[in-house]
Nanobody
Framework: QVQLVESGGGLVQTGGSLRLSCAAS????????MGWFRQAPGKEREFVAA????????WNADSVKGRFTISRDNAKNTVYLQMNSLKPEDTAVYYC?????????????????WGQGTQVTVSS
């Protein structure tokens, strides 16, 4: 079956960096948009970043622009999220999502496949 498995989360101090990975299996996602969402305790899941099937187009939430970079390696069926200059407000469970080829989508219900999430905690 299709699986998205995130890794790379952890505890980091303010200003630090983490790199999340999401490895897909069960089918190729080389023709799909892949993205990242996050959900903090007591808050709704929110869009973070996404990347087109070829990797040529990316779009981010305003809150992470200039700090987070999304990339993908279609040969490895994997998407990455490089997170720099982390802030306490970035603390959340980060989810990988995929599905469909439409560029620019930011709503969670526009993505068909989801990972289980990885915890990112930024200490002040």
């Amino acid at each position: 079956q299709v699986q998205l498995v995130e890794s790379g989360g952890g505890l980091v101090q303010t200003g630090g960096s983490l790199r999340l990975s999401c490895a897909a299996s069960g089918r190729t996602f080389s023709r799909d948009v892949m993205g990242w969402f996050r959900q903090a305790p007591g808050k709704e899941r929110e869009f973070v970043a996404a990347i087109s099937s070829s990797g040529g187009i990316t779009w981010n939430a305003d809150s992470v622009k200039g700090r987070f970079t999304i990339s993908r390696d279609n040969a490895k069926n994997t998407v990455y999220l490089q997170m720099n200059s982390l802030k306490p407000e970035d603390t959340a469970v980060y989810y990988c999502a995929a599905g469909g080829a439409v560029v620019g989508k930011v709503r969670s219900n526009e993505y068909e496949f989801w990972g289980q999430g990885t915890q990112v905690t930024v200490s002040s």
